[in-house]
Nanobody
Framework: QVQLVESGGGLVQPGGSLRLSCAVSGFPFEFLMIGWFRQAPGKEREAVSYTNNVGVITYYRRSVKGRFAIYRDTAMTTVHLQMSSLKPEDTAIYYC???????????????????WGLGTKGTVSS
């Protein structure tokens, strides 16, 4: 049974950084595609970033390109999302999600993923 556990959220000032982590267990890490989503109060869940099982194919939503970076730590079976130059509009609960097949389209959708973590909250505020 796939388990995904997020960590690394917190309160940071605008311009600051956070590193989110998604620890994977219960399934061979090398076969799992991982996406990061976020959901702000009153808004729909949206894809932030994605990496395929070998880290070759990645996706970043336009508003985070150049500020966020996703990478896989195979030894620790963890996927990190390094977030820099944070803005108040990045405030949300961040979720990682996993699936064991390649996505059928370029932009990840929540419905593409079978397994979800419980989320970690990131707040950007002065």
């Amino acid at each position: 049974q796939v388990q995904l556990v997020e960590s690394g959220g917190g309160l940071v000032q605008p311009g600051g950084s956070l590193r989110l982590s998604c620890a994977v267990s219960g399934f061979p890490f090398e076969f799992l595609m991982i996406g990061w989503f976020r959901q702000a109060p009153g808004k729909e869940r949206e894809a932030v970033s994605y990496t395929n099982n070998v880290g070759v194919i990645t996706y970043y939503r336009r508003s985070v390109k150049g500020r966020f970076a996703i990478y896989r730590d195979t030894a620790m079976t963890t996927v990190h999302l390094q977030m820099s130059s944070l803005k108040p509009e990045d405030t949300a609960i961040y979720y990682c999600a996993g699936v064991d097949r390649q996505l059928p389209h370029a932009i990840p959708l929540p419905s593409d993923f079978d397994h979800w973590g419980l989320g970690t909250k990131g707040t950007v505020s002065s």
